[in-house]
């Protein structure tokens, strides 16, 4: 053993080099982990209203006089009982819709939801691009990137909460398209 370089030798018992490599990597995602954890506002943003959890929120810049915008969060159901989406407003447009999106004949196309979104108990309900969403109508204005602006959502049981809507880039989905009314 005492023939060897102490490099040669570090190599032999299975090397140093490696080992610091990974003590590093891991210490790097457990900073950036940390770093994420503080700033919760940046990655997620969450609303409560009874038995109900209104996660992240979000809308997308519109392009200058652009009449309607979406709006995305989910909706957690903590209770036993199914709650419903009945109605949304914000002073950020004239009316605001629930909209189903789908593809009919090739065609994709969205229409108003009437009756409300069913939050089965247990479960939760997703507005996304491509699927169920909020569309506010008749903007007053145009929603900029990096702002928020406020909503309210009134739900059959769980009642009325404000919740902001984070605005985020014109193509965060590509799926932009003209609306249909
Ligand atoms: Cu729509």
Redesign the pocket.
Known sequence: MSNFSPAARALMLGGTRPRDFGQHLGLAVFVLILLLACIPGAIAHEFKVGDLEIGHPWSRATPPGAKVA?GYFTVTNKGSAPDRLLSISSDISEKAEL?E?GVKDGVMT?RPVTGGLEIPAGGKAELKPGGY?L?FVGLKRQPKQGEKFSATLTFEKAGAVTVDFAVEGMGETGMDMD?AD
């Open positions: 979406g909209h999106m969205m969403h569309m609306h």
